[in-house]
């Protein structure tokens, strides 16, 4: 007669749970001369408190009667800094007469020489109907993380609609989350391998960073989504592109308009506007030859537009290889009135802790990116948090600080905003929490979308305060 094994297989299965429970409760450190990692056999159950659309549901950030969020951690104004001191205080005193409440967010540091870095940004949130702003950067925006909610939270504030840019295609398909793209018959060209571009498109190469080459019958369609407010629906539609030989371009809107467009060619950038309200467009190429497909914008005919631009591997040095007259092309159609450098992560390694040459480069790139888009207030991002592994033990790599004071100096001397997105993420060690919350990606590098919505409102809402402390200040007693 056979034996039953059921009964001594479940006692094993739960002596070796209990073992690794047990194991998990052992620190990191060293065990007789040997160096272990803390076990969890349970990390990867755990949700940190997001919903599925990543919002994140922290009891240690509030929102303060003034919409600014409060960050868990509290910090000074950097050392050193004396603006930063100032500019806080200036927020802070509007703010106490505007709401009664003091704002106590990351604020924006002013390094122009007038202390008017945003001038030209916050006018134009006073005066004009519509206005743009780009964020060109690397990885940590890709999938729109962070933008999304930096664009919801300046389109609560100031209006608007629609996800701004959408590429025609992806190298990587589904990557973004704010909008429902799809797309065939597309090759994608980036900034940082402009060698593998057709030799006859390399002038196409722009700050947006990336272009599609079409085949015959090549398709993008894009739909609203309901993943962030103000994303559902449009009132218009463009399409960015460089067109050498006259391509015949199919639009449909809405799955029943159908327009057609065929150009004449011209090897310059060519913007098709395509009014109405909108929820879906479908786009098809037929005999493209020399055709570069830069992108399509989804907008509301006025507000707040946020176009995100990432590059994989790029340390903001590849803008120092676009083509100047497509790119000033891009600066009168486009006409950004805020430009935010979002770099770094791709140029810091463990073990370096001093970036002086790569600041260098940042003065370089900033020059560049002023003389090409003259319209354009800039701002420079610090990079975030980024942990390494110690002991056995995840901790901020020691690169980052370096690397963060080094982008200050180099926005201090461009003359030029910058936000400390390390000191708003929470400084040594945040990113670990982060991680542990499921607000970030185990490479201790990434955010998750939960994670891209704390930063996002936190730096709309350094934006927001420091364009009421602004407003209050031209304004007679």
């Known amino acids: ?69 409060i960050p868990r951690i509290g910090h000074v104004a950097d050392r050193g800094s004396r603006r930063n001191f100032v500019a806080l205080s200036v927020v802070a005193d509007t703010l106490r007469r505007s709401a009664g409440t003091l704002w106590r967010g990351v604020p924006v540091e002013d390094y122009s020489p007038g202390g008017d870095a945003l001038g030209r940004f916050f006018a134009a949130l006073n005066t004009e109907p519509a206005v743009r702003v780009a964020v060109f950067g690397d990885s940590f925006i890709e999938g729109d993380i962070f933008t999304c909610d930096l664009r919801e939270s300046l389109q609560e504030e100031y209006g608007g609609a629609g996800v701004g840019f959408v590429p025609f295609a992806l190298p990587v398909p589904r990557v973004r989350e704010t909008v429902r793209h799809t797309f065939s018959g597309w090759q994608v060209y980036n900034l940082m391998q402009q060698r593998a571009a057709p030799e006859a498109l390399r002038g196409c190469f722009s700050s947006i960073g990336t272009f599609s080459v079409p085949s015959d019958g090549a398709r993008t369609t894009v739909r609203g989504t309901d993943f962030r407010r103000g994303l559902a629906v449009w009132q218009r539609t463009t399409l960015l592109l460089v067109d050498h030989d006259g391509a015949r371009i199919s639009v449909t809107v809405n799955d029943s308009v159908d327009h057609t467009f065929i150009f004449e060619g011209a090897p310059h950038l060519n913007a098709l506007a395509i009014p109405g309200q909108a929820s879906s467009v479908d786009i098809r190429i037929g005999d493209p030859g020399r055709f570069a497909g830069l992108g399509v914008l989804l907008d509301g005919t006025g507000g707040v537009s946020v176009d995100a631009f990432p590059v994989r591997g790029n340390n903001g040095g590849g803008l120092l290889t676009t083509s100047a007259e497509l790119d000033s092309q891009l600066a009168s159609t486009l006409d950004y009135r805020l430009i935010i450098l979002e770099y770094g992560q791709n140029a810091i390694s463990d073990g370096v802790v001093g970036y002086r040459a790569y600041g260098d480069k940042l003065v370089e790139v900033i020059a560049r990116v002023r003389t090409l888009f003259p319209r354009s207030d800039i701002l420079l991002m610090g990079i975030g948090d980024r942990g390494t592994l110690v002991e056995g033990e995840f901790t901020t790599m020691p690169a980052v600080e370096g690397m963060v004071e080094a982008q200050r100096r180099a926005a201090q001397r461009a003359g030029v905003a910058f936000w400390n997105t390390y000191r708003a993420m929470g400084g040594r060690g945040s990113m670990v929490e982060y991680v542990d919350r499921g607000l970030a990606a185990k490479d201790y590098t990434h955010l998750s979308y939960g994670g891209g919505r704390i930063l996002g409102r936190k730096l709309a809402s350094a934006l927001i305060a420091a364009k009421r402390a602004a407003d209050n200040a031209n304004t007679p007693e």
Not at 39 to 68: K, N, Y
């Open 1 to 69: 007669m056979r034996r039953n094994y059921l009964t001594q297989t479940f006692l094993i299965t739960a002596l070796v749970v209990l073992a690794l429970v047990a194991l998990g409760r052992i620190p990191a450190g060293k065990v007789w001369g040997v160096r272990i990692k803390r076990i969890d056999i349970f990390s990867d159950l755990r949700t940190a408190g997001t919903d599925r659309t990543g919002f994140d549901t922290l009891a240690s950030l509030r929102v303060s009667a003034a919409g600014a969020e």
